[in-house]
């Protein structure tokens, strides 16, 4: 961060994401760690924050969603439905970085019934 007008849009941002409404959003690390959810994404896999934040991405889906995390790990942008327990649920992954390392931000959504 350069100055004080850039520290600004980053706590901006970062208040925007904890605080978004049906949209759950989760930082993950190139080993699939989850280092960061909102509550929202809590309440999407129906765990804790510290539940959640001591899995892997994928240990609540089946094949612990190998072909999608490669699929995000050779192209970078990542955008599907997957099934789960509650309903279908769309998402976008792609790589980000935190204090200049590399990690991935998955933000997904329920999918509306048709």
């Given at each position: 961060?350069?100055?004080?007008?850039?520290?600004?849009?980053?706590?901006?941002?970062?208040?925007?994401?904890?605080?978004?409404?049906?949209?759950?959003?989760?930082?993950?690390?190139?080993?699939r760690n989850y280092v960061a959810a909102n509550q929202p994404?809590?309440?999407?896999?129906?765990?804790?924050?510290?539940?959640?934040?001591?899995?892997?991405?994928?240990?609540?889906?089946?094949?612990?969603?190998?072909?999608?995390?490669?699929?995000?790990?050779?192209?970078?942008?990542?955008?599907?439905?997957?099934?789960?327990?509650?309903?279908?649920?769309?998402?976008?992954?792609?790589?980000?970085?935190?204090?200049?390392?590399?990690?991935?931000?998955?933000?997904?959504?329920?999918?509306?019934?048709?």
């Open positions: 961060m350069s100055n004080a007008f850039d520290v600004a849009q980053l706590a901006l941002l970062g208040e925007a994401v904890e605080c978004l409404e049906d949209v759950a959003v989760f930082v993950w690390d190139e080993d994404a809590c309440e999407l896999v129906g765990k804790t924050r510290a539940e959640l934040l001591g899995m892997k991405v994928g240990d609540l889906s089946r094949d612990r969603a190998s072909p999608l995390f490669e699929e995000v790990q050779r192209r970078g942008i990542h955008t599907g439905t997957i099934d789960t327990p509650s309903g279908e649920v769309e998402f976008l992954t792609c790589r980000s970085k935190v204090a200049g390392l590399p990690y991935m931000v998955s933000v997904c959504w329920r999918r509306d019934p048709a």
